[in-house]
Nanobody, 117 residues
């Protein structure tokens, strides 16, 4: 079992920044991927950014150049630095942990990010 605890969401104005954190605990595999997904009202959950334990990253086109994902492997924590936020970034942001070639997956409960115009 893996537990994920997210923090850092909130209400900001367009153009401002937020930093999300997700701490994983439990049976953490040495090779894994942690990342962020989001779901806006009435829309499907979508990938925001992921980072493997080896350092490879993947970003949605909509956040490239504005968001940065980083990890502290010693703390099993992943961060999402979100700059130049836009109203369309408003969503519940979920942390995801995956391992064993995607056969093991855990999700956090989500943290709400609201960007006002």
């Amino acid at each position: 079992q893996v537990q994920l605890v997210e923090s850092g969401g909130g209400l900001v104005q367009a153009g401002e920044s937020l930093r999300l954190s997700c701490a994983a605990s439990g049976s953490i595999a040495s090779i894994n991927t942690m990342g962020w997904y989001r779901q806006a009202p009435g829309k499907q959950r979508e990938l925001v950014a992921t980072r493997t334990s080896g350092g490879s990253t993947n970003y949605a086109d909509s956040v490239k150049g504005r968001f940065t994902i980083s990890r502290d492997n010693a703390k099993n924590t992943v961060y999402l630095q979100m700059n130049s936020l836009k109203p369309e970034d408003t969503a519940v942001y979920y942390c995801r942990y995956s391992a064993a070639y995607g056969t093991v997956n855990y999700w956090g409960k989500g943290t709400l990010v609201t960007v006002s115009s």
